[in-house]
T-cell receptor, first 114, second 115 residues
């Protein structure tokens, strides 16, 4: 069965610090997809990234970067030089069948303090 | 990217009544899904809305309580039936499988409060 674990329930950092959100997943499939979503206080779900299981290259998008390691079943998310606007709940998620139904982790609430 | 809209954006309902939530996508999509997010919690998949056939429900969710329709490739509805305060949640519609598919899109959600 598939499962996503985000062990960090809540994190607080001071603005401009770097912060890493951890995500560990479980799946029996060899083909799967991993996602990160951001949910700001306004409530909408903002897509950040989708990564398939055959692509282990790390990805960088501006201040965001993702580290995918199949050996440890982890897909961690790092925000560099954090800003107050990064304050949100971040969800890691897993899909076993090519963008089919997504299973979400419990989320990490990130507070960026000015 | 696909744009998804939901109606209503929020509602306050009385116990025992039903509410139908509409989800509209601006392009044809292969898959549509309905999720529930209870206060302070993560998202839980309710069901996959199948075009032209009955929805596929996840464990713990039943058709009598959450009937779903999907008459075409751009539209779906979720009804929350015989509501109780425990149904107070955000209900989100999502879609995937467009021509430029590389992500799963989510609607803005419907915030439901049951008194």
């Amino acid at each position: 069965a598939q499962k996503v674990t985000q062990a960090q329930t809540e994190i607080s950092v001071v603005e401009k610090e770097d912060v890493t959100l951890d995500c560990v997943y479980e799946t029996r499939d060899t083909t799967y997809y991993l996602f990160w979503y951001k949910q700001p206080p306004s409530g909408e779900l903002v897509f950040l990234i989708r990564r398939n299981s055959f692509d282990e290259q790390n990805e960088i998008s501006g201040r965001y970067s993702w580290n995918f390691q199949k050996s440890t079943s982890s897909f961690n998310f790092t925000i560099t030089a954090s800003q107050v606007v990064d304050s949100a709940v971040y969800f890691c998620a897993l899909s076993e069948k090519g963008g089919d139904k997504i299973i979400f982790g419990k989320g990490t609430r990130l507070h960026i303090l000015p | 990217s696909a744009v998804i809209s939901q109606k209503p954006s929020r509602d306050i309902c009385q116990r025992g009544t039903s509410l139908t939530i509409q989800c509209q996508v601006d392009s044809q999509v292969t898959m549509m899904f309905w999720y529930r997010q209870q206060p302070g919690q993560s998202l839980t998949l309710i069901a996959t809305a199948n075009q032209g056939s009955e929805a596929t429900y996840e464990s713990g969710f039943v058709i009598d309580k959450f009937p779903i329709s999907r008459p075409n490739l751009t539209f779906s509805t979720l009804t929350v039936s015989n509501m109780s305060p425990e149904d107070s949640s955000i209900y989100l519609c999502s879609a995937s499988g467009t021509l430029s598919y590389n992500e799963q899109f989510f609607g803005p959600g419907t915030r439901l409060t049951v008194l």
